[in-house]
């Protein structure tokens, strides 16, 4: 059994449990990768440096970060360099033998640069040239099993390599769908809340599963803003030949054990819409 | 045949001609490991940040970065997730698929941390806690291995893991000694003159061949700051196992190739002087 773990990067997400439990389910037998995100890391340092984040909205309501060439540089710092090094020393303090990548290495993550985007400013809809920004359309997942082979426990984040050799921005929820739909495995994705919620307001609204296209109908409309995100990349593994999906609390006890056996929105296959 | 590159990082070290070289020789069959500095990119960063970068000096005379909590943390950044990773995609955008590392990785550096400094302040000895920097005791050269093995090409860098589970500073030249011992190959040490000279203001007085102890004898001598850290690690590659170390520029043309061919400063383990 492979299990993909997304670790947020949200500040309201402590990676700790997950950390202990990836050993316990490695003891087991299953393989485990971890991709994460690291946005709050990167607008931290930013901040240190003086720079002023940036954030825009498309045309169609969706806001991301707007990364020029200098917001980049500290891009790369943030979430490679600081992220990624203290969430490989953690796993190692946990006895995992963990490798950290970037979409960079051996082309881990690859596809095409989206260096104009549309967005809405002051009410008016403009082109912005210069956004360090791609879609991932190839995973390397000969690096990653052979990491796993190996017996270590990749740990990837953005960036990625875009088809003109630059290192861009992608969405890491995006990032963690492409491997486990590579690895074929069930995609864990832990965040500050316990799962998709009908009523965001209310936990006890919590979509336990989603088996149908009705159901999966369901799910897109009750997901807003972040979640909404979690719906695409989730839809992204099942269509790309993931076993399941499963959006869970990073901060419950034993939270990917928890996740594979039952707990959180559990997405299956069978959900995806049919094409006719 | 294996060559390990160490390629400094200051500033006046332009990796590109190396680069280029590194694509020449694996397509010759050679497997090419690369190892980087990167003590400019970390003082930018500090600076960037606001942060005096801080040098202390031991009482033996040898000066060097006294890393705090903070400027770890900076190091990270600048080290792993910049210079590493703008070195991965160069070498990409040259048709080598290569893989980043820092030592934190499969516990790629590890060994025991060196948390308090003798230092010389104001012609005073004192003692300085919460130094975050290690000496490479083990190598993981599986890991090495197995990335070569399926035609990856890792480029490693400080940090290393400390035996205290934290990841520190060490030495970029002596990190690159620890691997070229490891692997059983050539070392072949980038930097920004020719070699070591026996008059460091004249490049005509370049030491080509030290193959003898005396020669050796005559190499140490020679060799004054920052290369004298680069002969105090060809000692520690060649003591390790290395089969060669070579001391060039960086700045030739096609750098490594000449470097293997000839060129530069080489030191053979013959040089090491005999244990009695």
Redesign the interface.
């Known amino acids: 059994m492979t299990v993909v773990v997304k670790i947020g990067g949200a500040r309201a997400v402590d990676p700790e449990g997950a950390l202990a439990d990836i050993g316990a389910l490695k003891d087991e037998g299953t393989d485990v990768a971890v991709v994460h995100g690291g946005s709050t890391a990167v607008d931290d340092?930013l901040e240190?440096?003086?720079i002023e984040p940036e954030y825009v909205e498309t045309p169609s309501g969706v806001v991301g970060r707007f990364t020029d060439e200098e917001t980049m540089?500290v891009f790369?710092?943030?979430?490679?360099?600081?992220v990624?090094?203290?969430l490989?020393?953690g796993l190692?303090?946990q006895g995992i033998?963990?490798?950290?990548?970037?979409g960079?290495?051996?082309?881990l993550f690859y596809g095409p640069r989206k260096e104009a985007v549309r967005v809405v400013e002051d009410g008016k809809k403009k082109i912005r040239r210069g956004d360090h920004s791609g879609s991932i359309k190839e995973v390397n997942g000969?690096?990653l099993e052979?990491?796993l082979d190996?017996g270590?426990t990749p740990v990837a984040s953005p960036?990625m390599?875009a088809d003109d050799?630059?290192?861009v921005n992608t969405d890491a929820d995006r990032a963690s769908a492409a491997v486990a739909a590579e690895l074929g495995g069930t995609l864990v994705s832990l965040t500050d809340v316990a799962g998709v919620y009908r009523d965001p307001d209310d936990s006890s609204t919590l979509i336990e599963r989603v088996e149908t296209p009705e159901e999966y109908a369901e799910l897109k409309d009750a997901a807003e803003g972040f979640m909404g995100r979690k719906v695409m990349a989730a839809t992204e593994a099942l269509e790309g030949g993931a076993s399941e999906v499963v959006v869970a609390s990073a901060n419950a006890d034993q939270p990917i054990r928890s996740a594979v056996e039952g707990g959180g929105t559990h997405i299956l296959p069978s959900a995806l819409p049919k094409d006719d």
Request: proline content about 2%; cysteine-free; overall charge negative.
């Open positions: 340092a240190q440096m003086g540089d790369k710092m943030a979430m490679s360099g600081l990624n090094t203290d490989v020393t190692q303090n033998d963990a490798v950290g990548l970037s960079v290495d051996g082309k000969d690096l052979t990491l190996d270590y960036p390599l050799g630059v290192a």
